[in-house]
């Protein structure tokens, strides 16, 4: 591993919805369990608000990894919102992929309010695995670089 | 043709349609376009050949709104776009009176020019043969090699929709359409960038492929948003070329007839239908079969889900 490589902090932005995941984030901070503070949050009404084309700008405005954490599915706040989700992220993620992107670099996981442990270990390992893959180069935009 | 024209007039005639929405003869033999005509004497210019791959079900939207019923004339494959049209309450079936053509696979000028036939001045369709005047010479080559991509992987030539039909059809489909899609997935992950890359930074963002697209009618665009950098210019950066190429397949996933139009009006030659193709792909293999605009019924695979779907995991795009 070169210098350069483990000097590497990647940006990670984590689209975490209100009623679960946020909370489960929420837990994990009061329970004082360690996640790296390469990952920032970014609060959701419902995983399902989350919108393919935020993803992609969140890669546009420099983003290395981008998850999406929500209920289960089952314990939408709003009944339904997840299930929409799942369906649409799996299509997305697959042709993300198709296109040429990494494996693993846009992720989607279940969080509940009383898993604090889950997510901090959740991003523990994405950002690991972020850290692994190096920049993100095939989907950047060089103008967003100040 | 001809009976296409009498059959339009007739109609016309007897005030069953206000007016006829077909192809019209413009000043190049390979390029006629979709145009509408009111009277029989506008008929005259009315034409139905080998280049009539234009899909006219998208103009129906706006002929939706006027006065008294619009005859349409559309191949198999513009039926299923009409379908997914009324399905989405964009066209009213009341205001329209669609008579199927028959279709044996239409061709484009570009594959001509790619078998080195130019200088094009007249072109006759016998058969199976294409004879071709030229500046050079007269030229000929097979009718299906000059036929366009979706025509190879046509869907068939059963028409999904029509008050009646008109004229024979001919069986044209000899490929398996997600036979590439298959063949991206098994190169690695870095071949799959280079062959995209490639692709897409061909395209200058003229939006034709937007614009023609049948269920791409949002009345407001994202694309055409101020918020949004890459507004109707150039693609600046190669972020920009994914960009607008994921978002505009993604928005019509679940609803993508694979026409093929946006594949033939691409004047960059980008294999769009890869993208449309592989989200079928995967739908298909994720939630069951399903054809966009076979019927006016059917619930698209994103507008409905299950209890128990599949996660959405990494490694569904194909190799690492
Ligand atoms: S896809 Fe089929 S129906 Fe459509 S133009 Fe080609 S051959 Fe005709
Ligand atoms: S038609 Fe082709 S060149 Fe034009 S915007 Fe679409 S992909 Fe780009
Ligand atoms: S995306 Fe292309 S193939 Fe699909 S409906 Fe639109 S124009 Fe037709």
């Known amino acids: 591993m070169s210098i350069d490589d483990r000097d590497f902090r990647p940006v990670i932005a984590a689209f975490c919805c209100n009623w679960c995941s946020y909370a489960g984030a929420d837990l994990a901070g009061s329970s004082r369990m360690k996640y790296p503070a390469e990952v920032k949050i970014i609060r959701v009404p419902c995983s399902c608000r989350v919108n393919p084309m935020f993803i992609l700008r969140t890669f546009e405005k420099g983003a290395d990894g981008v998850i999406l954490c929500g209920c289960h599915p089952g314990d939408c706040h709003y009944s339904t919102g997840n299930y929409y989700t799942r369906r649409r992220m799996a299509s997305l993620i697959s042709l993300m992929e198709f296109v040429g992107l990494e494996r693993g670099r846009v992720r989607v996981e279940w969080v509940s309010a009383a898993e604090g442990a889950k997510f901090a270990e959740t991003m523990n390992e994405f950002v690991e695995h972020i850290r692994a893959l190096g920049k993100n180069t095939r989907l950047e935009d060089l103008r967003c670089k100040n | ?320």
């Not at chain 2, 989405?88 to 594959?111: F, L």
């Not at chain 2, 080195?116 to 058969?127: M, N, P, T």
């Open chain 2, 1 to 320: 043709m001809q009976e296409l024209i009498e059959r339009a007039k007739a109609l016309l005639a007897d005030g069953t349609v206000s007016r006829v929405l077909g192809w019209r003869a413009t000043d190049t033999p390979f390029g006629p376009e979709p145009a509408f005509f009111e009277s029989g004497e506008e008929l005259n210019e009315f034409v139905y050949n080998c280049f009539c791959g234009a899909n006219l079900s998208k103009y129906l939207i706006e002929s939706s709104a006027l006065e008294g019923k619009t005859l349409a004339f559309l191949k198999p494959c513009d039926t299923y776009s009409f379908n997914q049209l009324c399905k989405e309450h964009r066209i009213d079936r009341g205001k329209t009176y669609i008579i199927g053509v028959g279709c044996k696979g239409k061709i484009t000028v570009e594959r001509l020019h790619e078998l080195g036939i130019k200088g094009i001045l007249d072109v006759e369709d016998a058969g199976d043969t294409l004879t071709v005047k030229t500046l050079y010479g007269e030229k000929s080559c097979p009718y299906s090699d000059a036929m366009l991509e979706r025509c190879h992987a046509c869907k068939g030539k059963e028409h999904r929709v029509a008050d009646e039909v008109i004229g024979e059809s001919a069986d044209t489909t000899d490929t398996d359409r997600f036979a590439k899609v298959t063949e991206l997935e098994q190169m690695t992950s870095k071949e799959r960038y280079a062959f995209f890359q490639a692709e897409l930074s061909k395209c200058i963002r003229c939006n034709a492929c937007r614009n023609v697209c049948p269920v791409c009618n949002c009345r407001k665009c994202v694309f055409d948003g101020n918020a949004f950098d890459s507004v109707q210019k150039a693609n600046a950066t190669e972020f920009e070329e994914k960009m607008f190429h994921i978002i505009r397949a993604f928005h019509v996933a679940g609803r993508c007839t694979d026409c093929g139009e946006c594949s033939r009006v691409c004047p960059q030659g980008i294999p769009l239908h890869l993208l449309n193709r592989k989200l079928i792909k995967d739908m298909d293999a994720f939630y069951g079969e399903y054809q966009a605009g076979e019927d006016t019924s059917t619930v698209s695979p994103l507008t409905a889900y299950t209890e128990h779907d599949i996660e959405p995991e990494a490694g569904k795009g194909g190799n690492e």
